[in-house]
């Protein structure tokens, strides 16, 4: 469990990365909005409305899951051996997630340059 | 003043380039401690209210070029942080212009009765957002631990064996019921917090999370509540990971 809160004595960078990744979407997709005023298209964030979802929905996917479900080790529970949960893990990576990955990658590395660019000249 | 206004052009004539960042309403009664806060564009120093009736909004002169940049998105933030500390906010959502303070003026006063009742409403209280998700590992193991047909067509396709429609099969079966416990999974939490809680928002949840909810808490109460969810994250121990941010600005109950 993490949490972080800025409030009231570390309000000046209560936003740490991991933290400000967490809430950009309350950020950016939610608050206040005045009609009659100008509502920036800002590059970055239209990508961010991407349902980033794992869409569970092609026979491919079935059958990475299937595929998954073979390679478990299931007398050995969850303490089984780390080489399993590699295999595993790449599987889903690869494979559960074959059909938003693109999105996936493509939101979350624009996002991550848009957030780069500025570091250095930052601080 | 004639002297400086353009001539208006022939034709429709342009918009005037917007040139207020907006980052929140509060009461015109707020302290608005604006001094040492960094505006959006990296100006320290230049953030203002703009004060209509009982509401005050406040700006900064708007940056050349908007972009979500981690300085400005924190920028925003710390703005909003600051002011909630003092009284309630209503958080504008990143990226939005007005023209001038006259426009600004107008806003304010177009919705003042419902502005001013949000703030009322919001007043004392703060959003909490959690997000937590469950390795899928365990997900997968509990799915074949627990259902006959899983455990059957995965005994049957294991070492190429079975046909494909097994195959198929199995997949589809565990993609249903991974579906459904991180549905159940979302509805316990929140059901557990929200007693807790004077309003909730739930969100889509994304990539690996089970839950992505807000919940806008009291802040007389938000000790007691952000103990529960640590209480709670511990319960359900190892293989989970919950993550709460708050107390944050109520973003999901101002629209």
């Known amino acids: ?123 | 003043m004639s002297n400086t206004s353009p001539a208006p052009a022939p034709g429709p004539s342009p918009a005037p380039a917007p040139s207020l960042y907006i980052y929140a309403i509060t009461g015109s009664d707020h302290p608005l401690r604006l001094e040492g806060l960094r505006a959006v564009g990296g100006v320290s120093g230049a953030l203002r209210a703009v004060t209509g009736g009982p509401l005050a909004c406040v700006v900064s002169p708007a940056p050349p070029e908007l972009r979500p940049k981690r300085r400005d998105l924190a920028a925003h933030q710390e703005v909003q942080e600051r002011l909630m500390a003092d009284g309630a906010v209503l958080p504008m959502r990143f990226g939005m212009l007005a023209p001038d303070d006259a426009a600004v003026v107008a806003a304010l006063d177009g919705r003042r009765t419902e502005y001013v009742g949000r703030l009322e409403e919001l007043h004392a209280t703060a959003e909490f957002n959690l997000k937590a998700a469950r390795s899928q590992d365990d997900l997968l193991r509990e799915v074949l631990t627990e259902s006959d047909d899983a455990r059957r067509l995965n005994e049957r396709t294991r070492d190429g064996g079975g046909t494909y429609a097994d195959r198929v099969a199995l997949g589809e079966l565990v993609a249903r019921q991974l579906d459904v416990r991180r549905g159940l999974l979302a509805d316990q939490v929140v059901g557990r917090l929200a007693e807790m809680a004077r309003g909730k928002v739930v969100a889509s949840p994304a990539g690996e999370d089970f839950l992505n909810a807000s919940f806008l808490v009291e802040r007389g109460r938000a000790e007691e509540f952000s103990r529960a969810a640590r209480q709670l994250a511990q319960g359900y121990g190892e293989g989970y990971d919950f993550r709460l941010r708050g107390p944050l600005p109520p973003y999901s109950f101002v629209a």
């Open chain 1, 1 to 123: 469990m993490t949490q972080t809160g800025g409030l009231p004595a570390t309000a000046s960078t209560g936003s740490g990365t991991g933290s400000l990744f967490d809430i950009l979407e309350l950020i950016l997709d939610r608050g206040l909005v005045i009609d009659v005023f100008i509502r920036v298209s800002l590059v970055g964030i239209e990508i961010l409305k991407i349902d980033i979802r794992i869409v569970i929905a092609s026979v491919d996917t079935y059958l990475r899951f299937a595929e998954a479900c073979n390679r478990l080790d299931l007398e050995s529970g969850r303490k089984a051996p780390d080489k399993l949960s590699d295999i595993v893990g790449n599987i889903v990576e690869g494979g559960a997630r074959g059909k938003t990955e693109g999105a996936i990658s493509g939101a979350l590395g624009a996002i991550s340059d848009v957030f780069d660019r500025d570091d250095d000249e930052d601080k």
